[in-house]
């Protein structure tokens, strides 16, 4: 999905800060986060942040001149926990393990739900970054051709799938993927999104299931038992 942008907050990079500045700055990202998850990106101001800090509007704009500069650091912490994500993604891979990186990379979105709806959903933000956007499409794309080759090569596709189904469908799920969060927040109340993650995780398997094998189809089943059951640590039998 994403790649990294360079942000005008690296400006100080050069600069040796002591210990006390990072920690500000860390404590100015973490308030940022929970404030623009609350109101959204558009409500979001560098006086509220500062007022809820306790700190001064200087104080803040110090280490981001503006808010928009909070926004890309945060997009670049995300895309350094989703790289940990991708990088799990191993020739072992089978339908169950493909659904638990989903459902990992879902709570990622979710936990920068205000930063990714909008830099998703907001079209001066994504015109700003276009070449960007464009380089963070090309890298998905190129991870989830590699799910299906992989899932190919380890018996869970039909072996009838054309590799215009298989386009199809990678970008099919891609796009369940890339919207999930956005369409959370458009079918259920926001106290119910965080509840139904598991389920939406699943969700974007569904776009897979056409060019499933029996193998394939063996195992979704499986999961939607347990996501149905709300009982994927297994604590409740399945019925």
Not at 72 to 84: F, P, S, T
Not at 88 to 98: V, W
Not at 194 to 218: F, V
Request: aromatic share 8%; charged share 25%.
């Amino acid at each position: 999905m994403p790649a990294k942008t360079k942000s005008s907050t690296q400006k100080h990079a050069a600069v040796q800060t002591p210990q006390e500045e990072v920690s500000t700055r860390e404590m100015i990202l973490r308030r940022s986060l929970e404030l623009i998850n609350t109101k959204g990106m558009v409500d979001f101001r560098i006086d509220t942040l500062a007022t809820s800090l306790g700190l001064s509007p200087g104080n803040i704009t110090y280490h981001f001149s503006r808010k928009e500069d909070i926004c890309v650091a945060l997009w670049e912490q995300y895309l350094e926990e989703y790289g940990k994500v991708v990088r799990s993604l191993t020739t072992l891979l089978d339908i169950k393990q493909l659904y638990l990186l989903n459902r990992i990379n879902i709570h990622l979105n979710y936990k920068y739900r205000g930063v990714v709806v909008f830099r998703s959903a907001d079209l001066g933000a994504m015109r700003r970054d276009l070449e960007a956007g464009r380089v963070n499409e090309d890298e998905h794309f190129a991870i989830s051709r590699r799910v299906m080759t992989l899932l190919g090569q380890n018996g869970y596709l039909e072996k009838s799938a054309t590799k215009e189904i298989i386009e199809g469908t990678h970008i099919y799920h891609y796009i369940m993927m890339r919207w999930c969060i956005n369409f959370a927040y458009q079918a259920y109340t926001p106290e119910e999104v965080e509840a139904k993650l598991d389920y939406l995780a699943l969700m974007s398997l569904h776009a897979l299931y056409p060019t499933l094998s029996q193998k394939g189809r063996d195992e979704f089943a499986e999961i939607l038992s347990r996501v149905s059951a709300d009982n994927l640590s297994g604590d409740r039998p399945v019925k």
